[in-house]
């Protein structure tokens, strides 16, 4: 069990409920009315919990289980248990993700109400059932929707509106943005500060103060101590579904599409647009006015200076297509073997 | 126009305040009394608005804007429609800089006041119209300039001192530290807490206590959630006019002269003295105890471990000079593609 | 002398004393009563003021040495000046290191007391001598040790555990975690959130909750803005005396051993684990899954895709054996110059 300094267990669940939670269908209806209290890895789990397999790997513990329910694929039926009832579809990872949603329902802390000591300015309109803990600043004109919580200490700087459903952690800072709905904020994230936009000059440089918002679509997540500058006059924007880890760094008016994930410390430079469902590794840099197709996947450390074809998988600094730059890495190592060799 | 949920526009401006703010001629003194309510795009600025062109890939918006002014640089006075008002300058996209401060000043949202929900320790001392927001915690013996404005949530801790006309924003902790005047530090940024200093030893390392300062200059600008060190004993300093974007690490004693720009997560080592007008890309890494030359660049996610003579471009992990680099990365494509012939 | 607007000095300490702190043996022992008030380098200490010599670069600082005293290996004690009394030990550097810690306390500015703009949820549970500063939010059923310190505006999350004698700087999050003694968190810290886990699907990704925790050591120091997710089920955990700094990434899973330093910009991807006295370099990435021996290096910007074995040094993207990087490199180098003399 999670342990319950920190999570509170929602449930029991009834077989029944569970698959109707996982998307999956029962194997076996004659125990659809049994209880099930909480979600636990194969090794772990009891006859009261569910567990799931969603890898080969785990087939022997699998079959020994004695989960009292397992999410499964259907081409691992064959292999299960006889204690052990089926939930079975085609995305057990899916089923999984959404159990841990339901038996650990990400309000179990909060009250849905205005602590006494956030301050919130009077012209602020926030909707039903929010939360808004100790500590937090809402400035003038802020609007939030229903069911959102803001964590303490978080700044929700003028204007900004936040949609329903959100979850704005701890020490964040909103400003000159817009944020949909259904949205995952992480602690110490920064949205809609000045992008880093001068005029170069002797002796000194000139500010280009920026004009543009940040637009943050529906069902979004960003990771801690993420940064996503505001535009210099069109708008920073991230698309619906698009999942970004922590420290990485937005810049002015990049535009990023639905369903993407980007991976922890990567920086996408000014003015880059990313299509739909492109996967960023860890650590990568883009730089300023490119174009990644939809699809697109960048290996972990690459540095990409010019666009990306949809679909296509390109590593290195700067980056090429994949299976060149492995060639090239291969090609080196072979001649260091062979002068070895003389 | 910028959405006014978050910018106020200020002005109007006659075309000559305009020529004045953007150091610019004005084109046909017969229309220096016309009145400019904003400032726009080419494509989207009407007779009341002030543009700008500043690149000749933009001449064809140029020839047919609405602008009832533009700022332009004096090749390219021949091509203006005969509607717009010119405003000339070798330097347009400065003077369009210029103009967007005077259009939208910082100051837009402050009042010059203490709020009541700020927490000032008695022995700080403020400036005239100092704007100081709800939640932040200003410690003993601060002092903080004329026309300074301090977002929600930060902290100023112990000490530290901060010159005029600076904008603190949101969540910021200050420390250890002495900021100069007309200097801008962004949401989340951390200066002045411990350098990374440890005596290594077996079972312990020892903490090595760190007795600097940080030291930022006049018209600095620190990107959000970028790190500044204090020093082991010497001050970390940064130099007048240099603009460090964010997620920057910038590691004890390091010194970086006047007016460098320095991209977004790059990371300078303890001890490395860093020249003026120094550009740094993004994600650079430099090692420590470094010298970097006045007016070198270094290539994004470059790695730099030795010194770099001035002026120069180095690239690449380690960085060589450029030239060489590419040349390099020229060499082993070609031997890719030769034994690809075969 | 450091700042005193920042650093207060304790003292004035007996040569007696600073040999026991420091771990030194005296030279002459007819000077053990004399008192010293400050620790400063070899060129700028008086005979009030204790220095140290850990380099022989210094060599002739140290011959020309006002000190009173000076912390000194005894293969350099031929070379002291008359005028300064010896502390004599295999290690100056870890002694230099004890007496910063001596002379420079770091509650030197704390009170011991909860600040009354803290706030602090009834069933939180404080030891003795417990510094709560301004603005800090304290959840439900939080314990805290002996001495330990909270900075303004940081936010300690439902049921967290924090240690005896813990730093804890300005704006920290800590959620889900559970803290060693001894330990320092700087400012803007986050750890515990949500680690980075998704089940993958169209037209939107499934979010895994996840239900582990953070689990810090004793003695072990967290760098400015640094980010440590927590487990997805299995904890996150960073063992005792290991040294993290600024704008380190540390992903679900992660398990650290004891010792290690870890430099800023580094990212540890999920479920990697980390022997004991490892040594990461700067900006180094680790993909995840990976086990990276006892004793083992990473050269600053390398990116590990390999288990590394245990007290190897390796280097490059992907990582390799230093040497055989090193080689490739010289080889590229050696390829281009030839080139060049066609």
Tied chains: 1, 2, 3.
């Excluded at 602590?115 to 009077?122: L, Q, S």
């Excluded at 000045?194 to 103060?209: C, E, I, Q, S, Y």
């Excluded at 666009?307 to 980056?319: L, S």
Aim: glycine share 12%; hydrophobic share 40%.
């Amino acid at each position: 069990m999670a342990d319950p300094r920190f999570f509170k267990v929602a449930g029991p669940f009834s077989l029944e409920q569970l698959a109707e939670i996982s998307g999956s269908e029962i194997g076996d209806k004659s125990r659809e009315t049994r209880m099930f209290s909480d979600i636990l890895p194969l090794d772990s789990a009891s006859q009261n919990d569910v567990s799931f397999i969603d890898n080969r790997r785990y087939i022997e513990a699998f079959r020994n289980t004695n989960a009292g329910a397992v999410v499964v694929a259907p081409e691992l039926v064959d292999q299960a248990p006889e204690s052990a009832a089926l939930l079975i579809t085609d995305n057990p990872y899916t089923g999984y993700a959404k159990l841990t949603q339901a038996f650990y329902p990400q309000n179990a802390f909060t009250d849905g109400k205005i602590n006494a000591h956030a301050i919130v300015d009077p012209s602020a309109k926030t909707g039903k059932n929010v939360s808004i803990d100790a500590g937090v600043v809402i400035e003038a004109e802020v609007e939030i929707g229903d069911n959102t919580q803001i964590g303490a200490n978080t700044v929700i700087g003028v204007g900004v509106i936040i949609g329903n459903n959100c979850l704005i952690a701890a020490n964040v800072t909103l400003i000159h943005c817009i944020i949909g709905s259904d949205t995952i904020i992480h602690t110490g994230v920064r949205i809609g500060q000045d992008g880093f936009g001068f005029a170069p000059g002797m002796p000194r440089h000139t500010k280009v103060l920026q004009l543009g918002r940040v637009l943050i679509g529906n069902e979004v997540e960003i990771g801690a101590n993420t940064t996503i500058d505001r535009g210099a006059g069109p708008d920073t924007i991230v698309g619906d579904g698009t999942k970004i880890d922590n420290l990485v760094q937005i810049g002015h008016n990049v535009q990023i599409g639905e369903g993407c994930f980007i991976v922890a410390q990567t920086g996408l430079s000014g003015s880059t647009v990313v299509g739909n469902f492109v996967a960023l590794g860890g650590q990568v840099g883009i730089a300023g006015h490119l174009t990644i197709g939809d699809g697109a996947k960048v290996a972990a450390k690459s540095g990409v200076s010019i666009d990306v074809a949809p679909g296509v998988t390109v590593a290195g600094i700067p980056a090429q297509n994949a299976r060149d730059h492995w060639k090239g890495l291969a090609m080196l190592r072979r001649l260091v073997k062979e002068k070895r060799g003389k």
